[in-house]
T-cell receptor, first 113, second 111 residues
Framework: DQQVKQNSPSLSVQEGRISILNCDYT??????FLWYKKYPAEGPTFLIS?????DKNEDGRFTVFLNKSAKHLSLHIVPSQPGDSAVYFC????????????FGTGTQLKVEL | KAGVTQTPRYLIKTRGQQVTLSCSPI?????VSWYQQTPGQGLQFLFE???????NKGNFPGRFSGRQFSNSRSEMNVSTLELGDSALYLC??????????FGPGTRLTVL
């Protein structure tokens, strides 16, 4: 049962344009959502998070939007840069204060010149 | 601050053997979690430790175990290795905030 889904395995955008990565979830028992970026053979790098009581969080070029009624979140990267090319994972933390994160399957972002 | 470190980075074992992986969290972080990444199953939660106590466990067989020491360093052990245990094993540490910071991982290959 995939509780966190990233339905687009890949996304290609041009440098300078906006990248929008999407994530859907089915479990209402998540209290935080996080986005990580990952290069092959490396650990995930934290990008940005959002509490389930918020609907937007912004940090530099990265903005995360949360739509609780639709159980949907998205990561916007503006402007996209070639160095942003990586696999992006959406992760959800289970309510209860522990560490358990459930990850989506990832979206491969390619930013082209 | 130094990040999360994991040793070894690469490991090759044969079926039936056991393996121990090590993780040193970010200084001051008392919470450590372990994850397994495989092409088929993606990133999956194994277990988490806080103050030397296992707080949560994922859906893995008992062959997967772990522990945490008083200095917050953690080890995970996999006994009776199977081919399907070949994966990237990731350790993450957390302080008081929600964010978990990941190490570079240990790439385990079981032959």
């Amino acid at each position: 049962d995939q509780q966190v889904k990233q339905n687009s395995p890949s996304l290609s955008v041009q440098e300078g344009r906006i990248s929008i990565l999407n994530c859907d979830y089915t479990n209402s028992m998540f209290d935080y959502f996080l986005w990580y970026k990952k290069y092959p053979a490396e650990g995930p790098t934290f990008l940005i998070s959002i509490s389930s009581i918020k609907d937007k969080n912004e940090d530099g070029r990265f903005t995360v939007f949360l739509n609780k009624s639709a159980k949907h979140l998205s990561l916007h990267i503006v402007p996209s840069q070639p160095g942003d090319s990586a696999v992006y994972f959406c992760a959800a933390r289970h309510t209860g204060g522990g560490n358990k994160l459930t990850f989506g399957t990832g979206t491969q972002l390619k930013v082209e010149l | 601050k130094a990040g999360v470190t994991q040793t070894p980075r690469y490991l090759i074992k044969t079926r039936g053997q056991q393996v121990t992986l090590s993780c040193s969290p970010i200084s001051g972080h008392r919470s450590v979690s372990w994850y397994q990444q495989t092409p088929g199953q993606g990133l999956q939660f194994l277990f988490e430790y806080f103050s030397e106590t296992q707080r949560n466990k994922g859906n893995f067989p008992g062959r997967f175990s772990g522990r945490q020491f008083s200095n917050s360093r953690s080890e995970m052990n996999v006994s009776t290795l199977e081919l399907g245990d070949s994966a990237l094993y990731l350790c993450a540490s957390r302080g008081r905030a929600v964010t978990q910071y990941f190490g570079p991982g240990t790439r385990l290959t079981v032959l």
